[in-house]
């Protein structure tokens, strides 16, 4: 089981209409539905078991730690953004509400998850290994860390990780 933020939109639902096409790990998708997001981009998952929609933010705290103790997911994506640049302009409130806020208000509660969980469980880290960015299972690697002072820390490339993804 994965968790999948701003599965509603654009970048989101293709990431999950490609899992779904290559996997058979159930997908909890968390959108808030606003301007950017629209059902219709996962109609074909209408009526498939694997896709679990939730309608709520990710600044909601308790709607998330709710998420992650019921579903309990191995990896977590985050594709909810305003990210409309107009909209930015016009009302920017909203943008740090949901990109620094939001998105802070998440990290955080699946930073307390994944500190939680016992010594044995291993905590996921994506790493596109493909040039064009993350794809489903087949094409991603994992990290797995099991020193509780690290589960929870974001896994970066080293310099030489990197020279070897891109030779």
């Known amino acids: 089981m994965i968790l999948v933020t701003g599965g509603a939109g654009f ?3 293709n990431f999950i209409l490609d899992w779904c096409t290559a996997s058979a790990e159930p997908v909890v998708n968390l959108d808030k539905l606003t301007y950017a997001g629209n059902l219709g981009n996962l109609a074909a998952l209408k009526g498939d078991s694997r896709h679990i929609f939730v309608r709520g933010d990710i600044g909601d705290r308790a ?3 709710t ?5 309990r997911p191995r990896a977590v994506l985050n594709f909810a953004a305003e990210s409309h640049v ?7 409130a909203e943008f740090i509400a949901t990109n620094v806020v939001g998105t802070f208000a ?3 509660a699946v930073r307390g998850y994944w ?4 010594e044995p469980e291993p905590c996921a880290t994506f790493r596109p290994d493909h040039p064009d960015g ?3 299972p087949q094409q991603l690697r994992f990290v797995f860390r099991t020193d509780r002072r690290t589960r929870a820390a974001w896994a970066f490339p080293t310099a030489q990780e ?3 993804l891109h030779a």
């Open 63 to 65: 709607q998330v730690e």
């Open 11 to 13: 970048i989101g639902a």
């Open 67 to 71: 998420l992650l103790s019921t579903h």
């Open 134 to 136: 993350l794809r489903p």
């Open 86 to 92: 107009d909209r930015s302009i016009h009302g920017p």
């Open 106 to 108: 998440l990290l955080d």
């Open 162 to 164: 990197q020279a070897a």
């Open 115 to 118: 500190s939680a969980l016992p």
